[in-house]
């Protein structure tokens, strides 16, 4: 075990002064590797030539047999594969025995989203005459009815709202200029901030620079709202109804559940929320098909026989 140990304050210093690794990762890394050392411990092996395949899986179904979360798990044995592998590197041993011992998959994370329910009783709370208010209605109204992303929200600009056709021009990831429909509620409420609450704000500004003049959503001073005044806004709207850590991001997931529930085409859907790869909404279609296995087993007169 010394071998071991003097080999594993080793690669912490190589993590911290070659690979740039924080002190509280380094730390974590090293809670993770002393629990595998004593598992080998536990097993008989002390030497790193003795270190084989088996070893290592045996230590993964370990983790698993806790009960251990699967993310914890590949973090252990992402830990574990990068700690042999600075041993054959150092030339202490000369394999690498976690190189072929699987990593659990991740799980499917879903996307946390609200209820059509949920929405509707969030954004009717949000209601009153000021400026500011009117803005947050309009900045929720946006997020959710047109699924943009909060940082497309404060870089809305004037002269990409184009009531006439129905559309917000955005700029999304990469500055990737696209279009995005705008339309109902949505309409109304950026419609009504423009008319009586922008004005009001924009009259604030002492000496507005241009970037300002051309913001959509304003702060209280007339300069361009800024991010962190868009996820205090949603925290605030999760409060609501009961969802203390709501993120901006899911109004936009939920959008696009909605949408797929209601039957939108999922390449329009693409095109909306400017993904470029298809294959980043294949979890809104799983959340789909969630809701007709739902839909099947309420409805379905056999499903219960």
């Known amino acids: 075990m010394f071998e071991f140990e003097n080999a594993l304050d080793e690669y912490l210093s190589h993590l911290r002064i070659e690979r740039g690794a924080s002190p509280r990762t380094a730390e974590a890394y090293r809670r993770d590797l002393e629990g ?7 097993e008989g092996v002390t030497d790193f030539a003795d270190v084989n395949r088996d070893n290592v899986a045996a230590f993964e179904k370990s983790l698993v047999e806790e009960g251990l979360s699967t993310a914890t798990v590949r973090r252990r044995i992402a830990a574990v594969r990068g700690y042999h592998r600075f041993l054959v590197r150092e030339g202490l041993t000369e394999a690498n025995p976690a190189d072929s011992v699987d990593i659990p998959k991740a799980a499917d994370r879903l996307p946390d989203v609200l209820s059509i329910e949920e929405v509707g009783e969030m954004l009717d709370a949000f209601v009153g005459e000021r400026p500011s208010d009117l803005r947050d209605r309009a900045i929720l ?9 909060a940082s497309e929200c404060v870089g809305l600009n004037m002269d990409g709202v184009n009531f ?5 021009r955005v700029f999304g990831k990469g500055a990737k200029e696209r279009i995005v429909p705008i339309a109902g509620a949505a309409e109304r409420a950026l419609r009504q901030y423009l008319a009586e609450g922008r004005p009001a704000l924009a009259l604030k500004a002492a000496s507005p620079r241009a970037d300002d003049l051309a913001a959509v959503f304003l702060n209280q001073r007339g ?3 800024g991010r962190q005044s868009i996820f205090n806004l949603a925290r605030k709207a999760g409060r609501v109804i009961g969802r203390f850590d709501l993120h901006p991001h899911t109004l936009r997931h939920s959008f696009a559940t909605h ?8 390449r329009v859907l693409q095109e909306i929320l400017g993904h470029a790869d298809m294959s980043t909404l294949q979890v809104y279609t799983h959340l789909d098909r969630t809701h007709l296995h739902e839909e ?3 409805a379905h007169p056999r499903d219960t026989m």
């Open 164 to 168: 006439d056709d129905g559309f917000l």
């Open 141 to 149: 109204e946006v997020l959710y009815g047109c699924g943009l992303r």
């Open 223 to 225: 300069g361009r709202l």
């Open 296 to 298: 099947y087993a309420h």
């Open 259 to 266: 949408m797929l529930k209601g039957g939108a085409d999922l």
């Open 36 to 42: 595998y050392l004593a598992f080998l411990d536990g």
